[in-house]
């Protein structure tokens, strides 16, 4: 049984996996409006990682045979001045969800929930990658300034992300 404060959190954050496909996918629509199909690809395939998320911890509740919430979510931001500016926001919002994952570490661990312990494991394993993968190519965004070759480059280079579904928890 999840206690009520852990059910909360983790509703909550069902919702901000959610919330961070949707920014994911404005992000990928502005990249097409820029005429950057694979920045839009990547974005789109970041898309359904964080939809999968949100599924991963909606399963887990009713694994558990909790009631999963699912409460109104804040529009994405439509509008960017750059490709670097979406990654740059897209690296502090996975700085943002890193610090919720940890959050709900934290209360599993008061609340002595060993089976959400094991659970939430693995996102904050998955955190250091977003991280890791938004920051990469906002550096190389950064390296590659205005040249309008590199970010062609970059963006053959990033048409070739394809989604892979995680293993089951």
């Given at each position: 049984m999840?206690?009520?404060?852990?059910?909360k959190?983790?509703?909550?954050?069902?919702n901000k996996?959610?919330w961070?496909a949707?920014?994911y996918?404005?992000?990928?629509?502005y990249c097409?409006?820029?005429d950057?199909?694979?920045?839009?690809n990547?974005?789109n395939v970041q898309?359904?990682?964080e939809l999968?998320?949100?599924?991963?911890i909606f399963?887990?509740?009713c694994e558990a045979?909790e009631r999963?919430e699912l409460?109104?979510m804040?529009?994405?931001?439509?509008?960017?001045d750059?490709p670097?500016?979406a990654?740059t926001?897209?690296?502090?919002?996975?700085k943002?969800?890193?610090?919720l994952?940890?959050?709900?570490?934290?209360?599993?661990?008061?609340e002595k929930?060993?089976a959400?312990e094991?659970?939430?494991?693995?996102?904050?394993t998955?955190?250091?990658?977003?991280?890791a993968?938004?920051g990469?190519?906002?550096?190389?965004?950064e390296r590659?300034?205005?040249d309008?070759r590199?970010?062609?480059?970059l963006?053959?280079?990033?048409?070739?992300?394809?989604f892979?579904?995680?293993t089951p928890a």
């Amino acid at each position: 049984m999840i206690s009520e404060k852990l059910l909360k959190a983790l509703n909550e954050q069902i919702n901000k996996e959610w919330w961070s496909a949707s920014i994911y996918k404005a992000m990928a629509a502005y990249c097409e409006a820029e005429d950057l199909p694979g920045f839009a690809n990547w974005f789109n395939v970041q898309t359904l990682e964080e939809l999968t998320h949100g599924q991963r911890i909606f399963d887990f509740i009713c694994e558990a045979g909790e009631r999963v919430e699912l409460y109104p979510m804040e529009g994405p931001k439509n509008d960017y001045d750059s490709p670097l500016d979406a990654f740059t926001y897209g690296l502090e919002h996975e700085k943002l969800v890193t610090s919720l994952i940890n959050n709900l570490m934290t209360i599993a661990k008061e609340e002595k929930d060993h089976a959400a312990e094991i659970m939430l494991q693995w996102f904050v394993t998955e955190q250091v990658e977003e991280e890791a993968s938004f920051g990469l190519i906002k550096k190389k965004l950064e390296r590659i300034g205005d040249d309008g070759r590199g970010i062609l480059m970059l963006d053959d280079e990033l048409a070739s992300r394809v989604f892979t579904p995680p293993t089951p928890a």
